[in-house]
């Protein structure tokens, strides 16, 4: 016997979106999480976006992003919850649904500070994902196809850090590189002896030949940084928000300076 908990109205805000082609090669979709509910939008010919597919997770969507591997012409989904696992969903056009493809547990049901699930990065050439909490914790998962190309999933690559707090990870486009991601972070371990926090912008590399995740530079950034968004491997940027300002800092100036 299956029970379900279902309110008369549906969620109606927004709290993430992605866009990809998830139903279909070169399809102009935004996939969004309405609180504990998931639904496919594709826009059509008047530009106005038609619901294709909605369905109830029964918990909390805390992040959703959207990776292709390489070669790829469809894009998978990564789903971030309540529930200490990361989820990877593909949309069975035929079926006209969700289909889970992976489910691996890392953590503890909840939303908590130090379980992972509120912060989700992809390399932009579909190679890994990393999913961060808000404080201390970060897994980093390896994607690849197997010799039926499907989807493959490696065990979690831990790049943990004490007394830290999260407050955004983007996957930085490094090419066919080793892939990189930055984060917004600050230290609070010597705030408690009155010093002030320093916030930093740091880069996490993950070798894919030995397997490991290695915090590759760290620089500070301006307190009030709040948000990250990747540049393009031509340039290699990482733009960080601050009050009334943008600030464009370059990757290649830590890897030149720093190899």
Known sequence: MYLYHLTLQPPTAITTAVVGSFSAPKMHEIVVGRGRLLELLR???????????????????????????TGGNRDYLVVGSDSGRITILEFDGAATRFKRVHLETFGRSGCRRIVPGELLAADPRGRAVMIGA???????????????TNLTISSPLEAHKSHTICFDLVGVDVGFDN????????DYSDV?????????LTFFELDLGLNHVVRKWSDAVNPRANKLITGTHTHAHTLHT???????TSMWRYSAGRS
Request: with cysteine.
């Open 179 to 186: 892939p990189i991601f930055a984060c917004l972070e600050v």
């Open 192 to 200: 408690e002896n009155g010093e002030e926090y320093v916030k930093n």
């Open 43 to 69: 826009i059509d010919q008047e530009g106005k976006p038609v619901s294709i597919h909605r369905v109830e997770v029964f918990g909390v969507i805390r992040s959703l992003i959207a990776f292709r591997l």
């Open 242 to 248: 601050r009050r009334f300002r943008v600030v464009l």
């Open 134 to 148: 808000l404080e201390k914790q970060k897994f980093v998962y390896i994607l690849n196809r197997d010799s039926a």
